[in-house]
């Protein structure tokens, strides 16, 4: 069922439009299940998850024993143009929350957005990455909240889950306001900006599905899961340039790299010469991979999740 969870004029003719899914199980319960995605414009990981749940869902009502609230699009004029903050207010919706009745447009656009969530049983908030680095399927938890969604977490069916993602899980996140109101929030993120892995993606359907039957909200049937490996900050390694110039990874994604291992080079098509070499200076699994080939001094070229022994 179709409902509109926050309409509004804007000044150029247009309306902007949030809308969400509700589908209702066959089964006798209130929990109610809640999955956003589309917070930001170039994210469009969460655009496959929504489609193949509510695909899953309505042919299997049968199995499903409460309320499933899907929300694909919560930045729908940043989709529109592949734009990562609302387009012309150049703002991160995620950064607005939790919003003001009384406040902009987008502010009140949030405000109508945790109002809806609210009272959820659980909520999750699926990612992507940006368009410059690739990563692996992971669940991301503040410290504040861990104890509470770290055993969620680890149904999700992704690679890792990392403690402490201070970006992803900030006090003005979707996330967090969840978290402060008592609907245990986690954020999924997988894959770069932009792109849709169906690999990816079906890795971690499974997950929700088998955290649904956890919650006892789902009654079906869930394929093969596995368990993550569990990081904080202090066990990542971030490498970042030290050169102007075109990134050549030699390494793949997902792959255990030891220290002093090379990782790419850093070139100048100008001069034809090598600029700099990257290696490891940690052993561990590489579960971010730079994707967009041109780096500046500091650009994020990987993330190695390290005290991890090779597979």
């Known amino acids: 069922m179709m409902e509109e969870v926050f309409s509004i004029e804007l000044p150029v003719g247009e309306r902007l439009t949030i809308r969400k899914n509700r589908i209702v199980g066959k089964w006798p319960s209130q929990k109610r299940f809640v999955i956003v995605t589309g917070v930001h414009g170039d994210e469009f990981e969460g655009?496959?998850?929504?489609?193949?749940?509510?695909?899953?869902?309505?042919?299997?009502?049968?199995?499903?024993?409460?309320?499933?609230?899907?929300?694909?699009?919560?930045?729908?004029?940043?989709?529109?143009?592949?734009e990562r903050n609302i387009p012309r207010l150049d703002m991160d919706l995620n950064r607005m929350f939790?919003?003001?009745?009384?406040?902009?447009?987008?502010?009140?656009?949030?405000?109508?957005?945790?109002?809806?969530?609210?009272g959820a049983d659980m909520c999750l908030d699926v990612h992507a990455s940006d368009i410059f680095v690739k990563e692996l399927p992971q669940v991301r938890v503040s410290e504040e909240?861990?104890?509470?969604?770290?055993?969620?977490?680890?149904?999700?069916?992704?690679?890792?889950?990392?403690?402490?993602?201070s970006a992803t899980v900030h006090e003005s996140t979707l996330a967090h306001s969840m978290n402060m109101l008592g609907v245990p929030t986690l954020v999924v993120e997988m894959?770069?900006?932009t792109r849709i892995d169906i690999g990816y993606g079906n890795q971690v359907i499974e997950g929700i599905f088998n955290l649904m039957k956890e919650l006892g909200i789902w009654q079906g049937e869930v394929g093969r899961i596995q368990y993550p490996v569990i990081s904080t900050d202090g066990e990542v390694e971030f490498i970042r340039s030290e050169a102007v110039g075109v990134f050549l990874p030699s390494i793949?994604?997902?792959?255990y790299v030891k220290?002093?291992?090379?990782?790419?080079?850093?070139?100048?098509?100008?001069?034809g010469k090598i600029l700099d070499e990257?290696?490891?200076g940690k052993s561990g699994l590489v579960f971010t991979l730079r994707e967009y080939p041109f780096v500046r001094k500091g650009s994020l070229l990987a993330r190695i999740l390290t005290g991890i022994d090779e597979k």
């Open 252 to 255: 793949a994604h997902n792959h």
């Open 191 to 193: 894959g770069v900006g």
């Open 278 to 280: 990257i290696t490891a």
């Open 98 to 118: 939790p919003g003001r009745e009384d406040g902009t447009t987008m502010e009140r656009a949030a405000a109508a957005i945790i109002k809806d969530i609210a």
């Open 47 to 82: 655009q496959y998850i929504c489609y193949e749940i509510a695909r899953r869902l309505m042919e299997h009502l049968d199995s499903l024993a409460g309320i499933v609230d899907i929300y694909p699009a919560l930045n729908p004029l940043g989709l529109d143009i592949a």
């Open 259 to 271: 220290k002093g291992d090379k990782l790419g080079e850093i070139v100048s098509p100008l001069e």
């Open 145 to 165: 909240f861990a104890d509470q969604l770290l055993p969620y977490a680890k149904l999700l069916n992704t690679d890792m889950v990392w403690m402490n993602a």
